[in-house]
């Protein structure tokens, strides 16, 4: 009896493109399972004391009449 064949790659790359290769969805905020509690118990007293107003800074290119 012959030997079957293991493995080809014919008619992949036609499927794959049939609907085209799409890059992978960027979320808007990614998941914060599994890291670690210390640091994201500091990133959200960091981000609680971090809400800088965008008035009133005083950076100077503003015109004063």
């Not at 890059?23 to 990614?30: G, I, L, M, S, V």
């Not at 210390?38 to 990133?43: A, D, G, P, S, V």
């Amino acid at each position: 009896m012959a030997k079957s064949k293991n493995h080809t790659a014919h008619n992949q790359s036609y499927k794959n493109h049939k609907n085209g290769i799409k890059k992978p969805k960027k979320h808007r905020h990614t998941s914060r399972k599994g890291m670690d509690p210390k640091f994201l118990r500091n990133q959200r007293y960091a981000r609680k004391h971090n809400q800088g107003g965008g008035a009133g800074t005083g950076t100077g290119s503003e015109q004063e009449s």
